[in-house]
């Protein structure tokens, strides 16, 4: 699939039937899987052969999902976890454990900062907090001789700062570590992060991927480019033998494009279990089908939404990478040049009160800890997904007080409109 365009890849990628085989992705809803040996199976549990045992590893109906994201994404290999949450726990676990450090942009989605902050931090994980707009010199000071990989959000959620991708590939790749990136909202439809510098890609395909609110799930997808080899000291882990797989070494035994979803798959996957159910995967197919599609009335509503609230009188500011004037436009245009995403968040003269009464009064926009959704939705990041921020930290994460996070639907987008008109009425 590899020469067809993006679009294509959408509706085709990851699974071709052979003759007489399903048009549909089978969903293999097994558990496990039936050998005729034990010296068959032996093999499987050797890593010498390919193959499924047990669905808490790896299941087919996954992987062929799995492989068509790799493919939009122009990776080497892939694979799905049962959310975002757990795809980014993966993709630095794997290669930061405990007194390692990771570089991280401040204005990530609030779980992740809540993951990495708090949770990864009880494992001995150390992160730093980076503006996305921090000077050079600034990011250069966060690295430590015991970083591991540097992490960012191609587009961040919900503060819509967009990443200069190839600058923090430039000083990740100068400090030998790898740039992991979070493509959640502008998915590979509109941006390809590896195609500019950067090494491991993640999502939370609960989001534009799956599309409809059905599935909770997540994907890391390797670029195949970051040769850990050639900075053994730094990862022991995909550069030393594992004693839990027969002394094999991962770097040397799976290549540069197999190493690190390997190892992910043999060693994290199979001691914590994150696995997305292959239903789930089945659902998560059929939004990747229509994404491309979906994603162009998504960035088109969001203009006319962006466009419409920056000239209304009671609104403060507009944030939207698409509608020129926005800090982040140049940037956008220059990785996004095709649409960015469904996302605007924006503030109210009123301030959080104000806030709160729009929320209210909203009509079509329903109330929900959701973005990205063929819905409309829209919350107030303050008193939800962000709430256990203090002010310091709500402001390090690009949000105020009245900050409202609207994610346009594929709705009509004079309908949306109006919503928004009369709920502003209201205040
Ligand atoms: C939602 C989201 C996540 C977390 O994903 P879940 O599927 O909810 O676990 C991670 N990153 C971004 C950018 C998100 O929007």
């Known amino acids: 699939m590899s020469e067809y365009k993006i679009n294509t890849k959408c509706v085709q990628g990851g699974y071709t039937p052979k003759n007489g085989q399903p048009r549909q992705i089978p969903i293999i809803q097994s558990t496990t899987f039936k050998y005729n040996t034990s010296e068959d199976m032996g093999k499987l549990f050797d890593l010498e052969a390919s193959g499924y045992f047990y669905t808490r590893l790896q299941n087919p109906t996954n992987d062929m999902v799995a492989a068509k994201i790799c493919d939009m994404e122009g990776g080497t290999a892939a694979m799905l976890t049962s959310s975002g949450q757990a795809a980014n726990f993966y993709a630095i676990f794997n290669i930061a454990n405990c007194g390692d450090h990771v570089v991280a942009s401040s204005t990530i989605y609030g779980g992740t900062y809540n993951l990495f902050h708090v949770t990864m931090r009880k494992m001995g994980v150390e992160f730093t907090f980076v503006e996305p707009d921090c000077t050079d010199e600034e990011l250069a000071a966060a690295f430590r001789p015991n970083t591991k990989a540097v992490f960012g959000e191609t587009i961040a959620n919900p503060a819509l700062t967009v990443l200069d991708i190839e600058r923090f ?135 006319a939404v962006a466009k419409f609230l920056a000239g209304h009188e009671k609104i403060s500011f507009v944030t939207y990478p698409g509608l020129e004037g926005d ?21 109210f003269k009123g301030g959080r009160s104000a806030a709160e009464t729009f929320m209210k009064h909203l009509k079509l926009a329903a109330v929900e800890t959701h973005v990205a959704d063929a819905r409309t939705c829209c919350l107030h990041p303050a008193s939800a997904t962000h709430r256990q921020m203090n002010d310091g930290e709500l402001a ?8 409202v996070r609207f994610s346009c639907g594929i709705e009509d987008q004079e309908d949306l409109v109006a919503d928004i008109a009369q709920a502003l009425d209201q205040i």
Not at 246 to 273: N, S, V
Not at 332 to 344: E, R
Not at 398 to 403: A, E, S, Y
């Open 169 to 303: 590939a430039k000083a990740a790749h100068a400090h030998g570590v790898p740039l992991i990136i979070d493509n959640t909202f502008a998915t590979p439809v509109n941006c390809r992060p590896i195609e500019w510098g950067c090494d491991i890609v993640t999502h939370s395909t609960t989001k534009y991927m799956d599309g409809h609110g059905a599935g909770v799930g997540g994907c890391i997808v390797d670029s195949g480019k970051f040769d850990w080899m050639a900075h053994k000291e730094k990862f022991p882990g995909l550069c030393t033998p594992d004693d839990s797989y027969h002394g094999i070494t991962y770097a040397e035994k799976f290549g540069l494009g197999g190493a690190f979803i390997t190892k992910c798959t043999a060693q994290l996957m199979r001691d914590f279990g994150s696995i997305q159910s292959p239903q789930n995967a089945f659902l998560l197919n059929l939004g990747l089908e229509s994404l491309h599609v979906r994603m162009l009335r998504h960035c088109e509503n969001a203009l």
């Open 396 to 403: 390090a994460a690009g949000i105020t007080p009245d900050l």
């Open 327 to 347: 800090k982040y436009y140049g940037l956008a245009q220059k990785y996004m040049p095709n649409g960015t995403c469904g996302v605007v968040s924006f503030g």
